[in-house]
């Protein structure tokens, strides 16, 4: 079962994006969740990531102070907007759920990778 992301589009530098991750079959209701990203030639990169009930966050050091990722669990849906985006942001974005209690910023770390969503961003 697949945790997909949402969301994605193009704008221009400066704009923003609200991302959506949906957990359709609440495999990730116990799980951290991160978010994580891939461009064309690149390794797949983490973003973001939150803890199974939201009180913890983390970020990698590009994103900091532009992006915050937050959860809805009755929605079972976890968020990452985007503010100040720039084009080194353009990348398909993925979700998937954390294997243990820790979050990490590993991808051998998280499970259930469903399709993701294009993000692209213009000068």
């Known amino acids: 079962v697949q945790l997909q992301a949402y969301g994605g589009g193009s704008v221009q530098a400066g704009g923003y994006l609200r991302l959506s991750c949906v957990d359709g079959?609440?495999?990730?209701?116990?799980?951290?969740v991160g978010w994580f990203r891939q461009a064309p030639g690149k390794e797949r990169e983490f973003v973001a990531g939150?803890?199974?009930?939201?009180?913890?966050?983390l970020y990698t050091d590009s994103v900091k102070g532009r992006f915050i990722v937050s959860r809805d669990r009755s929605a079972n849906t976890v968020y990452l907007q985007m503010n100040n985006l720039k084009p080194e942001d353009t990348a398909v974005y993925y979700c998937?759920?954390?294997?243990?209690?820790?979050?990490?910023?590993?991808?051998?770390?998280?499970?259930?990778w469903g399709q993701g969503t294009q993000v692209t961003v213009s000068s």
């Open positions: 939150i803890s199974w009930n939201g009180g913890s966050t």
């Open positions: 079959r609440r495999t990730a209701s116990n799980n951290g």
């Open positions: 998937a759920a954390g294997l243990g209690g820790r979050l990490t910023a590993q991808p051998a770390d998280y499970r259930s």
